[in-house]
Every structure is written in C-alpha cells, then in structure tokens.
C-alpha cells in the first residue's frame, strides 16, 4: 500500500471526525470524545489548517488516519509566554493501527510545523511512543500539564535548537480542550 500525506480538506471533516472516533474507540486512556474535540478545536483561533493532515491509500484515495497540531502557549512568568502547538490527537484507523501510519503522521506533521516557523510541541501520550520522535518529558525544562498527569506522560519537543530554554510553566491550552 501507498500511502499519501496531505493536509485535511473541509469536505474530509465528516469523515475524518469518524475516524478519529473509530481509533479511540477502544483506547484504555481515552473518554471517547477525542473527535468531538478536534470538531472543537477545528473551530477555535488555535486552528492552523495546515496542520491538520490526513493519510490516504494513494491508490483508492482512502483516509487511513488523521494528525492535528494547534496552538498553546507556555507561560514564562511574568505575565509571558512562549508560542508552542499540542500534538493532539493523532488517530488511524483500527484495522490500519501499527503498520507506521502515524508514525509517518507524527514526522510529516513535525516537519511541517518546522517549516511554518513553529518552535515547539507538546504531547500528552505513551511515554513508550513519542520519545522515539524526540519528545522528552516536559518536566526537563520545568514545562508542566494544567491538570495532574503522570511526568513521564506529558512530553515536549523543540523544534528549534534551545527553543523551550527559558519555557518554565504552566501549559495554557484553549479552552476549547476542557469543554
């Protein structure tokens, strides 16, 4: 099979939220409402189109999974803050999961969000997974989640070199994700 990067077209959203909801479906960690946030996050200022990316069967055309990176920001203190992007979620299909789909997701989502000048991403995930993209706990640089999750869970990676170097706070995500 060959598979085709691409960014997500309004008449995929339908079809894209199904799969979304499908690959949670039956996620240990999950509250099955992953697809209803990125419908949320879709419409929200932290929206960036290009970052949302799907990955298709290049022979039929099919949507096998979905990526999504959106803005956040990490306080500095002070009343300053630092512009990152929160990699959530990444989804593919269940018949379609570990074949590499979202890892080829994940390393085209990241190089583009490199290329538009972003600096940073955070992650909440397997701690298992995302390190072999380069993520590393957050903690590391005294990044940490708005709500109690396990350290080794909530993850960062620079884009940019020493990027997060004076990134110590708090993660202030749009109020979309608590809704």
């Known amino acids: 099979m060959n598979l ?7 008449d995929d959203y339908d079809l894209t939220e199904m799969i979304v909801k499908n690959a949670f479906a039956n996620a240990e960690h999950s509250d099955q409402k992953e697809h209803l946030l990125v419908s949320r996050i879709r419409k929200s200022k932290g929206f960036i189109p290009k ?12 949507i096998l999974g979905h990526i999504l990176l959106s803005k956040v920001k990490i306080s500095k203190g002070d009343n300053e803050w630092i512009e990152s992007l ?56 005294g990044i940490k989640a708005p709500f109690e999750v396990p350290d080794e869970t909530f993850m960062a990676k620079e884009l940019s070199e020493n990027a997060l170097n004076n990134a110590s706070g708090v993660v202030e995500y749009p109020s979309v994700f608590f809704e």
């Open 4 to 10: 085709k990067i691409r960014q997500e077209q309004v």
């Open 51 to 62: 970052l949302s990316l799907v990955a298709t069967n290049e022979d039929n055309n099919e």
């Open 86 to 141: 929160s990699l959530a979620p990444v989804s593919v299909l269940p018949e379609y999961q570990n074949k590499g789909i979202g890892g080829l997701l994940i390393t085209e989502a990241l190089k583009e969000a490199k290329e538009l000048g972003y600096h940073s991403v955070v992650v909440l995930g397997h701690p298992e997974y995302y390190p072999k993209f380069g993520f590393k706990k957050a903690s590391l640089w």
